[in-house]
């Protein structure tokens, strides 16, 4: 069984670009996860997937994220303008139902210059 | 709301030396607790985790933790430390009766020294 991939594995971009982080889950993984982790820093949740709807996206930082998951398959996260502070890892997480283990993906890492 | 503390962010230990690695956590509500490895460029690997059944959770790799509601703390300990075990450690909660976001600590940095 493939595990949770995320594309591109790393990405350098300069400020006030656009940059799009791809995750694909498990398959037959309802619930997709994606977490941020700025260096020095927490790992944190930004935002929570059932199927394609959005169930909770407390931790998403401003409006220039958007996250989408057309399908209910592979999500993807884009951030727009970037910002210095965008810069981090981003993980992606996936588990079949609530209570079952997040498996989680390499992670993307994301350069603002 | 729901938080973790890892003392030290930085772990040294030598070779076949004892491992522990310490997490405290806060909750307002009867915890999932975790712990997650990440070796060098790779992804978050699942070591362990606690859903209220037995408080000696056994993992892989010869780790385990115990889950202690009085000192609301869940360490990490490996007998005996092996080369590959360098990585760093996060240690984790969740709700269970919520939407399972996990709250992480900070990381730990395990060294091990020949």
């Known amino acids: 069984e493939a595990g949770v991939t995320q594309f591109p594995s790393h990405s350098v971009i300069e400020k006030g670009q656009t940059v799009t982080l791809r995750c694909d889950p498990i398959?037959?993984?309802?619930?997709l996860y994606w977490y941020r982790r700025v260096m020095g820093k927490e790992i944190k949740f930004l935002l929570h997937?059932?199927?394609?709807?959005?169930?909770?996206e407390s931790g998403m930082p401003n409006n220039r994220f958007l996250a989408e998951r057309t399908g209910g398959t592979y999500s993807t996260l884009k951030v727009q303008p970037a910002e210095l502070e965008d810069s981090g890892v981003y993980f992606c997480?996936?588990?079949?139902?609530?209570?079952?283990?997040?498996?989680f993906g390499p992670g993307t890492r994301l350069l603002v210059l | 709301a729901q938080s973790v503390t890892q003392l030290g962010s930085h772990v040294s230990v030598s070779e076949g030396a004892l491992v522990l690695l310490r997490c405290n956590y806060s909750?307002?509500?009867?915890?999932?607790l975790f712990w997650y490895v990440q070796y060098p460029n790779q992804g978050l690997q699942l070591l362990l985790k606690?859903?209220?059944?037995?408080?000696l959770v056994k993992g892989i790799n010869g780790f385990e933790a115990e889950f202690k509601k009085s000192e609301t703390s869940f360490h990490l300990t490996k007998p005996s430390a092996h080369m590959s075990d360098a990585a760093e450690y996060f240690c984790?909660?969740?709700?269970?009766?919520?939407?399972?976001?996990?709250?992480f600590g900070i990381g730990t940095k395990l060294q091990v020294i020949p």
């Open positions: 997480a996936s588990s079949r139902t609530l209570g079952e283990t997040q498996y």
């Open positions: 398959s037959g993984h309802d619930n």
């Open positions: 997937f059932v199927k394609e709807s959005k169930q909770d």
């Open positions: 909750s307002s509500v009867p915890p999932y």
């Open positions: 606690y859903t209220s059944a037995a408080t």
């Open positions: 984790a909660v969740s709700d269970p009766g919520g939407y399972q976001k996990v709250t």
